[in-house]
């Protein structure tokens, strides 16, 4: 028997983030391709139509979880610049390696928000048109910081922000590559760990010209 739909507002908010989870890993299973809402279904055990009260297509539900992830992940990038105390680099270098543990603890999840693309839809839903990221907001914020703390008015902040978030973003996608595959040939290169740490080290170094 299939469960009946959620009715008060804290089942609703428990059956939609159940529905959530159990989608984030079908996606992972099966691709965007193969993601059926009725496969979802019931995997739930429920019945499709009381899925579709939740969301219209399987487009809108991948941007649901989207949005969702990134509320999260950006709350805890904003965590970490709330409660900072000292140097801006340090905060960078903060924000660096919450980042980078990030992709390589959920690298699924961080495929999903950062590299996989949506499923085919001829039209975007509710949750896509809504849908706008703020975690390269909030590095080009501290960035522009960073630069005023350095006295720097030469530097584009907008071009030093995307500099810095496509070294972490290539060090991520790097890390799950042969070279850190223990089976492999070529897996000479250290862990995963001590990479990022010298990525970060480096990183922190070429900042270190703009003070």
Known sequence: MSQPRARSKEAKEKQIKRIINEARYLFFEVGSRGFSMRSLAKRLNMSQGNLYNYWSSKRDLWFAIIQYDFSIFEKDLNKIVEKHEGSLIDL????????????????????????????????????????????????FEVVEKFLEEGGMKKIDSRKLTLYLWSIMHGA????????????????????????????????RSQLMQFL
């Not at 999840?109 to 509710?126: D, I, W």
């Open 92 to 139: 960078l270098d903060k924000l660096a390696h919450f980042y980078l543990n990030f992709a390589r603890l959920n690298y699924k999840q961080y495929q999903m928000m950062f590299v996989l693309t949506p499923p085919p839809a001829e039209s975007k839903g509710t949750k896509e048109i809504e849908f706008e990221p703020q975690t390269i907001n909030l590095l």
């Open 172 to 203: 991520a996608l790097i890390s799950r590559t042969i070279v850190f595959n223990p089976e492999s040939n070529s897996a000479f290169f250290g862990s995963v760990e001590d990479f990022f740490e010298f990525v970060i080290q480096q990183t």
